[in-house]
């Protein structure tokens, strides 16, 4: 007898639109920088994994920076790209706000 059945809902059974990588990618396009699409998607990965806490759909104003700043330096750094603070913490409150759909 069957008591329970899990799924794996984001990117399994749903898939955002756009993407976490497209979305990335559309918002630096938007600030003037271009970055890498196909390698995005392990760049976040890899963020994600190391520092779970900085993911841009946690940002909210008035949180501190720094978690979000350490996971824009991981998924830079495994991307190949070297950005200013500035443009790191702009991606991550505009991303943060559209992953809201704010």
């Known amino acids: 007898m069957i008591k329970a059945v899990f799924f794996d809902w984001l990117g399994t059974l749903s898939h955002p639109e756009p993407?976490?990588?497209?979305l990335?990618?559309?918002v630096a396009r938007q600030l003037g920088v271009?970055?890498?699409l196909q390698r995005?998607?392990?760049?976040?990965?890899v963020a994600e994994s190391?520092?779970?806490a900085g993911a841009p759909p946690r940002w909210s104003e008035g949180?501190?920076?720094a978690p979000f700043i350490r996971y824009q330096e991981v998924?830079?750094?495994?991307?190949?790209v070297k950005l200013s603070r500035e443009i790191m913490?702009?991606?991550t409150k505009q991303i943060g706000t559209r992953a809201r759909g704010s």
């Open 40 to 45: 995005l998607r392990r760049g976040i990965y």
């Open 24 to 26: 990335f990618y559309q």
């Open 50 to 52: 190391r520092v779970p």
């Open 89 to 91: 913490l702009e991606l």
């Open 34 to 36: 271009e970055l890498p």
């Open 75 to 80: 998924l830079f750094n495994e991307i190949g």
């Open 19 to 22: 993407d976490r990588p497209e």
């Open 63 to 65: 949180k501190d920076e």
